[in-house]
C-alpha cells in the first residue's frame, strides 16, 4: 500500500541528536497520526492532527514534536533523541467521513544509542 | 482517559480450531471498535470493526462482538488457517474522538 509512506525506514542515531521522521500520504485525507509500537505495549499514540491548523498531544508526545506542512505531510520530530525512545513507529490517515479506518505506513525503525 | 486492555497475549490453536481474543474498555463514551491484524515485519491493517448501535458483525470466518454494557468486545476467528498467524490489536475511540486507544496486541500462532 504505498498510499502512505515514511521516510526513513531505519535509522540509526546517538543521543543527544536531533531526527526527523516524515511521513506523507495520497490519499487525501484530513486526519493523520503518530504512533510508536514497543513490544508488549501495542501502538501508542504521541501526536494527531485532524487538519492542518490542528495539532494535539496524544498519550505519550513528552520528547516529542510534530509539525503539519501540509494536508499530505505529517512530520514527527525527536528534538534529543534518548535510548528508550528506540522503538518501531508508524503514521497513519483517516478520512472524515464514512469508515474511520486509518491507513498506516510502512514504519521507520528507529534505534538511539 | 480511556484505557483498553486486551488478553490473552499469546495464543496457540491448531489449524481449523476456533480463536477468541478478548478486549476490556473504560470509557462508556467510546462508540468505535476496530480490530487491527499485523503480521510480521508488516504495518497494521483493519480487519474488521464495530459500532455501538451493533452487538454482533461478521465477515466470512471472523466475527466481532460488542457488551456495551459490560465494556467488553471480542474477535472470533473460527476454522483457522496458517495465514491467520500474526499479531491482533483491538482499539476504542477515545470518548468518541476518533482517536484511537490500542490494546496491547495478541499473538496468534496457529500450529499445523
Redesign the interface.
Known amino acids: 500500500d504505498a498510499d502512505v509512506t515514511q521516510t526513513p525506514r531505519n535509522r540509526i542515531t546517538k543521543t543527544g541528536k536531533r531526527i526527523m521522521l516524515e511521513c506523507s500520504q495520497t490519499k487525501g485525507h484530513d486526519r493523520m497520526y503518530w504512533y510508536r509500537q514497543d513490544p508488549g505495549l501495542g501502538l501508542r499514540l504521541i501526536y494527531y492532527s485532524f487538519d492542518v491548523k490542528d495539532i494535539n498531544k496524544g498519550e505519550i508526545s513528552d520528547g516529542y514534536s510534530v509539525s503539519r506542512q501540509a494536508q499530505a505531510k505529517f512530520s514527527l520530530s525527536l528534538e534529543s533523541a534518548i535510548p528508550n525512545q528506540t522503538a518501531l513507529y508508524f503514521c497513519a490517515t483517516s478520512g472524515t467521513t464514512g469508515s474511520y479506518e486509518q491507513y498506516f505506513g510502512p514504519g521507520t525503525r528507529l534505534t538511539v544509542t | ?1 480511556e484505557n483498553v486492555e ?1 488478553h490473552p ?1 499469546t495464543l496457540s490453536v491448531q489449524e481449523g480450531d476456533s480463536a477468541v481474543i478478548k478486549c476490556t474498555y473504560s470509557d462508556s463514551a467510546s462508540n ?1 471498535f ?1 480490530w487491527y491484524k499485523q503480521e510480521l515485519g ?5 480487519i474488521i ?1 464495530i459500532r455501538s448501535n451493533v452487538g454482533e458483525k461478521k465477515d466470512q470466518r471472523i466475527a466481532v462482538t460488542l457488551n456495551k454494557t459490560a465494556k467488553h468486545f471480542s474477535l472470533h476467528i473460527t476454522e483457522t488457517q496458517p495465514e491467520d498467524s500474526a499479531v491482533y ?1 483491538c ?1 476504542a ?1 477515545a470518548g468518541g474522538a ?8 495478541t499473538r496468534l500462532t496457529i500450529n499445523p
Open positions: 482517559g486486551q497475549s468505535y476496530p508488516k504495518r497494521p491493517q483493519l470493526d490489536f482499539a475511540d476518533q482517536k484511537l486507544v490500542f490494546g496491547q496486541g
